[in-house]
């Protein structure tokens, strides 16, 4: 299991520039598929990115002398950038065959590819798409799951699916990080039980205010700079 910590000082995701933005930039791709035909709901392709990126951080390709090692310190040195694209038939297919890491939801497939220079993606991952990740729900969402971690979105700010599964990703990280290593092996073991929701308007103060981990997003897209998008709610961090 790998053991990438980060300070909390000078953070990877917070808004304004910093000694992160002056290493070499790398990003974590993350393609989920959707096809025409049976694209998948909404909150399960953000929770099966969610878990994805944490399949990665713990794979022991990313630890250690791993394969994957040097590009996830690179990546985690600088500013943690994920981007979403999507793809479906051939596309789909040729992304499988790129080294990364497919993560199955009940509807939803995402695969995860260790990090790229923010220049430097695979001719095959470079060519798909961002937009058009506008994804629903078909059936009501139940209520999380009380002793489940929980990955709260804010109710006030209106994202794209893709550009949401970024931000769940990004706190599934920062939960992650800041475990002890006895509840990071519980999880781990468990497979990473975790939800997406949405907070009410009445909760969402009370959770910022929670000293649990904040995502402040960056404004590199569709959101105002240091806007808070998500915070993690892991039992083991109350």
């Known amino acids: 299991m790998s053991d990438n910590r980060t300070p909390a000082v000078d953070s990877p995701f917070r808004p304004d520039p910093g000694a992160r933005d002056e290493a070499p930039q790398f990003v974590l791709p993350l393609v989920v598929r959707i096809e025409r035909a049976a694209p998948p709901a909404r909150t399960d392709a953000l929770e099966t990115a969610a878990r994805a990126v944490l399949v990665m951080l713990t794979d022991e390709r990313s630890a250690g002398e791993g394969e994957w090692a040097r ?54 991952l470079a060519r798909l798409q961002v937009s058009g990740t506008d994804l629903d729900d078909p059936d009501p969402v139940p209520p999380a799951e009380p002793g489940v971690p929980t990955l709260w979105l804010n109710p006030a700010l209106g994202m794209s699916a893709g550009k949401a599964m970024a931000q769940v990703g990004h706190g599934a990280q920062l939960a992650w990080w800041e475990l002890s290593d006895e509840a990071r092996a519980t999880w781990h073991a468990t497979g990473f039980p975790l939800t997406v929701r949405t907070a009410t308007p009445a909760a ?27 915070v993690a709610d892991h039992p083991a961090l109350r």
């Not at 950038?81 to 497919?102: F, N």
């Not at 205010?209 to 995502?215: M, N, R």
């Open 71 to 124: 590009a996830m310190r690179d990546w985690q040195d600088a500013r943690i950038r994920k981007v979403v694209r999507r793809a479906r038939g051939a596309e789909w297919r040729r992304a499988e065959a790129l080294p990364g890491i497919t993560v199955t939801g009940k509807s939803a497939e995402v695969r995860v590819f260790p990090p790229v220079p923010l220049d430097g993606w695979p001719k095959d």
């Open 204 to 230: 969402w103060p009370a959770l910022t205010a929670g000293g649990l981990p904040t995502v402040r997003d960056a404004g590199f897209t569709e959101i105002a700079p240091g806007s808070c998008t998500v």
